[in-house]
């Protein structure tokens, strides 16, 4: 089974809320809830095998959301995505 790291999109120590900022009919919040709600990614449970040891990994989901956006906006190099 798969471990992945626990992502909190409501922090409480900042004045950002995820869910308040994507608003309903934008391309942000439909990404959000197809990865979240209708896509299965059951299929990367298999390729993590650190249930026993190793360290938690980020969540596909998560870094899809990341990726998908990232291409949205024009950005096609992984360089200028880690500099956004």
């Not at 120590?13 to 919040?29: I, M, N, R």
């Not at 998560?62 to 950005?75: E, P, S």
Request: proline share 5%; charged share 20%; with cysteine.
């Amino acid at each position: 089974m798969a471990r992945y790291k626990y992502i909190d999109t409501s922090p409480r120590f900042l004045a950002v809320d995820l869910h308040k900022q994507l608003l309903p009919g934008s391309f942000e919040y439909a990404l959000n809830y197809l990865l979240d709600h209708e896509i299965d990614l059951s299929g990367f449970d298999h390729q993590y095998c650190n249930d026993a040891m190793g360290a938690c990994a980020y969540p596909p989901a998560m870094l899809l959301k990341v990726i998908l956006f990232a291409y949205a906006q024009g950005m096609v190099s992984s360089r200028q995505m880690a500099r956004a």
